[in-house]
């Protein structure tokens, strides 16, 4: 109920733009081409040092400045409206993970591309009244759809244990504070049956989490042919965004 009322008060109160706050529009162009890098596209990200059964990982933008805030408004302050241009940079980046060996949808019978969100902990869907990561995926999927790429989401990540906040932990404490944390439920892991799937986050930074969940599928006879998410730090980037 909560992000109902959300989603009816963002349509009849005005709104400053999430990314910038320029008045009266939810996301303002020049916000929305942040979130697209200009046009420009998704690019390789690989967090230093590497974790260990970390996935290739594609990344739709930069973490910081708009697109930082645009991703604080959907998750923390219930922008809902906000999840179709993240969905968005998320296919971008689901597009990369494509480009990078995978066999596209509708290609050799490979079938529709099937995106895996990491899930988020149960304490903290309550307390923003929705999934940011689950609904900028089914954004994501539908944006992939309408573009002509067959796109699926399917949701079979689960914490098994609770973890700490991850901010301030260093590389090392993120690792440890994850490990064994996910799993696949042993009546949906038959649904991983199939052709590779694409793990789909909003940010990466450590890397950890991924690592995890890329884990987590394969001891469920998931395949994984990579990762996407919407933004990384710059300082994740394979080569420069310039």
């Given at each position: 109920m909560r992000g109902l009322w959300r989603e009816l008060a963002g349509l009849v109160?005005?709104?400053?733009?999430?990314?910038?706050g320029r008045p009266?529009?939810?996301l303002c162009a020049q916000c929305r081409r942040a979130l697209a890098r200009g046009g420009r596209g998704a690019r390789?990200?690989?967090p230093e040092p590497k974790p260990a059964g970390l996935p290739r990982v594609w990344a739709g933008a930069p973490y910081a400045d708009e697109v930082r805030a645009v991703l604080l408004a959907h998750k923390e302050r219930g922008a809902l409206r906000l999840a179709a241009p993240l969905g968005a940079a998320l296919a971008g980046a689901v597009r990369g993970?494509?480009?990078?060996?995978r066999p596209r949808s509708g290609q050799g019978g490979s079938g529709p591309l099937v995106l895996v969100p990491v899930p988020s902990a149960r304490r903290s869907v309550a307390g923003r009244g929705h999934d940011p990561v689950r609904r900028i995926a089914l954004a994501a999927a539908g944006e992939l759809r309408?573009?002509?790429?067959?796109?699926r989401v399917l949701a079979v990540l689960r914490q098994r244990r609770a973890v700490a906040d991850?901010?301030?932990?260093s590389a090392r404490e993120r690792l440890a504070n994850v490990s064994g944390a996910l799993e696949v439920p042993d009546r949906v892991g038959r649904l991983l049956a199939g052709p590779p799937v694409v793990l789909v986050d909003d940010l990466?930074?450590?890397g950890a989490t991924l690592a995890e969940a890329a884990r987590a599928l394969g001891t469920a006879g998931g395949r994984v042919a990579g990762a996407a998410v919407v933004a990384a730090p710059r300082s994740a980037f394979v080569t420069d965004w310039n």
């Open positions: 109160l005005p709104v400053d733009c999430a990314g910038c009266r529009t939810e390789r990200v690989r993970v494509g480009a990078g060996g309408r573009t002509g790429a067959g796109a991850q901010a301030g932990l990466v930074t450590t």
